[in-house]
């Protein structure tokens, strides 16, 4: 009787290390994958940030405004990356601009910064990784 409860601990730890080495290699996988997305430079990107009290409403909403404009004017669509990461409305929005030439691209960061204006709970930034990278 003791051989056999021996027997089938022994049976069970193996069955239970075999188990864990591939969801090692999926790790290892899903590791390599996100380093790859958190090392996409974006040719630009906007950050709506909060400071305790909500991210500026109001500047979200025209530069989603421009978005829609620009695309319907252009007749492109522009690819952007929007990532929610805060509780408080928080958002990056990293764009590639590779549906532009380069002074089109120019010309699309310089109306948006001034759409967008000096407030001090919207950051721009051009060729940079997106600042909160989607995780998974």
């Known amino acids: 009787m003791k051989s056999l409860i021996?027997?089938?601990?022994?049976?069970?730890?193996?069955?239970?290390?075999s188990a864990k080495n591939?969801?090692?290699?999926?790790?290892k996988q899903k590791e390599s994958s996100n380093s790859v997305l958190s090392d996409t430079v974006f040719r630009f990107g906007v950050s709506f940030i909060s400071i305790g009290s909500g991210t500026d409403k109001q500047a979200k909403q025209k530069f989603n405004q421009f978005i829609q404009e620009f695309n319907a004017t252009n007749k492109i669509n522009l690819k952007v990356e929007i990532i929610h990461w805060g509780r408080e409305g928080e958002v990056d929005y990293c764009f590639g601009l590779n549906e532009l030439d380069v002074k089109s691209q120019a010309d699309f960061i310089s109306?948006?910064?001034g759409i967008l204006g000096?407030?001090?709970?919207?950051?721009?930034?051009?060729?940079?990784?997106?600042?909160?990278p989607r995780k998974g």
């Open 118 to 132: 000096n407030s001090s709970l919207v950051k721009c930034y051009e060729n940079e990784t997106c600042k909160h």
């Open 22 to 27: 591939p969801s090692a290699g999926n790790k």
């Open 111 to 113: 109306q948006v910064k």
């Open 6 to 17: 021996t027997l089938c601990i022994l049976f069970s730890l193996f069955s239970c290390n």
